[in-house]
């Protein structure tokens, strides 16, 4: 080979590599415009009103199976209590006959714990839940 066509292949070579280079570029910037177009519609399409469609009456078909729960749950807790106090009262009237004092003091505690169990529906009605 000649030296004219060394170097003429050369300078095609990095003509062709500058032409890339530059094309290169120009798509970088028309990514970044593209970027910067869809960011900016995104923010203007969140910052839109809303529109709610909610009905006027009240929070009730909400809160209603909450409260159907809650009573659920009290009348539960109150039927427990009625089924411990009525034990725990024949348990008394079995370490009483049997002068057994440790299974008395047991039992009262059963007791107690029967009446507060039982009349819990009535202190959350007082308190207002």
Not at 72 to 98: C, D, H, S, T, W
Request: hydrophobic share 50%; glycine share 10%; with cysteine.
């Amino acid at each position: 080979m000649r030296r004219t066509e060394i170097i003429s292949e050369t300078t095609a070579a990095e003509t062709m590599a500058a032409e890339a280079k530059a094309g290169k570029g120009r798509l970088s910037g028309a990514k970044k415009a593209v970027t910067a177009f869809c960011g900016a519609a995104y923010l203007a399409v969140c910052g839109l009103p809303v529109t709610v469609f909610a009905t006027g009456g009240g929070t009730g078909a909400i809160t209603q199976p909450l409260d159907n729960l809650k009573t659920l749950v009290i009348a539960v807790i109150g039927a427990v209590g009625v089924i411990i106090l009525a034990k725990n009262v024949m348990e008394f009237a079995q370490a009483y006959q049997q002068q057994d004092s440790s299974t008395m003091n047991s039992a009262l505690k059963g007791i107690v714990a029967g009446i507060m169990m039982a009349s819990i529906s009535a202190v959350l009605t007082f308190l207002g839940f």
